[in-house]
């Protein structure tokens, strides 16, 4: 596509989009044009490769699943295509995901840019960037049980997740509720980690200081045993 193509397409201000509903998935991206997903063409060099499973958690995220009772995000951001070349250089995966689920047209974003080389680089860059985010579990547990209170059936694709990592996150998240049980209604604990506040360490060692009483109480001593062997956690109690 040249730059006089990319100049004869309408301007869409925020009452066209905001309201737009393409083949039954709501868009409340920007984009330039609504284009036939058989006239984009994927970028011949884009390093990324997407698994199944990844596609189909992004038709989820994106168009929901009508089996499980997923509701969709509907389109949050247009699939960018360079003026230059007419390649897709950002949403390879959207377009993928979009195909999967038959649509048969997408929104777009066409932008320009002035040689192959920025083309390359900011193909590379989208891709590369997101790779190097470090992910805060503890803070994905923590919205988890936020929403779990107001939302029933929460499911993995929704966030993005595998069954795996989400059943690893609810754990955790029920791990946080049990220590701060032990915490409010026991004793006093000198960390304020213990609920995992750095989200990657998925072994915890905390202090807690109880009462005497409780210290020589055996029942209370094998159960909190049985917690800590069960959320390999290591406890140093010390008396108040």
Same mark, same amino acid.
């Given at each position: ?107 777009? @974003? *066409?932008?320009?840019? &002035?040689? =192959?080389? +920025? ?5 590379? #860059? ?54 701060? @049980? *032990?915490?409010?209604? &026991?004793? =006093?604990? +000198? ?5 995992? #506040? ?43």
């Amino acid at each position: 596509m040249n730059n006089n193509d990319k100049n004869d397409l309408p301007a869409l201000d925020s009452k066209d989009w905001e309201s737009k509903t393409i083949e039954g998935t709501k868009v409340f991206c920007s984009f330039r044009k609504l284009v036939p997903v058989s006239e984009l063409k994927p970028h011949p060099r884009n390093a990324n490769r997407h698994p199944t499973s990844q596609i189909e958690a992004l038709a989820t995220i994106i168009f929901g699943d009508p089996e499980k009772k997923i509701e969709g995000n509907g389109w949050r951001l247009p699939i960018v295509v360079s003026d230059r070349s007419g390649y897709v250089i950002k949403g390879h995966g959207r377009l993928q995901a979009a195909i999967l689920r038959g649509k048969t047209t997408v929104p777009v @974003d *066409f932008q320009h840019y &002035e040689s =192959e080389e +920025t083309e390359l680089k900011d193909l590379i #860059a989208d891709n590369e960037i997101a790779r190097q985010a470090e992910r805060d579990d503890g803070q994905i547990a923590s919205i988890i049980r936020e929403l779990q209170q107001t939302s029933a059936g929460l499911d993995a694709m929704e966030f993005g997740l595998t069954p795996q990592e989400f059943d690893r996150l609810c754990e955790e998240t029920d791990t946080s509720n049990i220590i701060g @049980d *032990f915490n409010q209604d &026991e004793g =006093e604990s +000198t960390s304020n980690e213990i609920a995992g #506040a750095s989200g990657k360490k998925l072994k915890f060692v905390a202090e807690m200081r109880i009462t005497e009483e409780l210290a020589s109480d055996e029942t209370f001593k094998q159960e909190l045993n049985d917690f800590c062997v069960k959320h390999d956690i290591t406890f140093k109690i010390r008396g108040l």
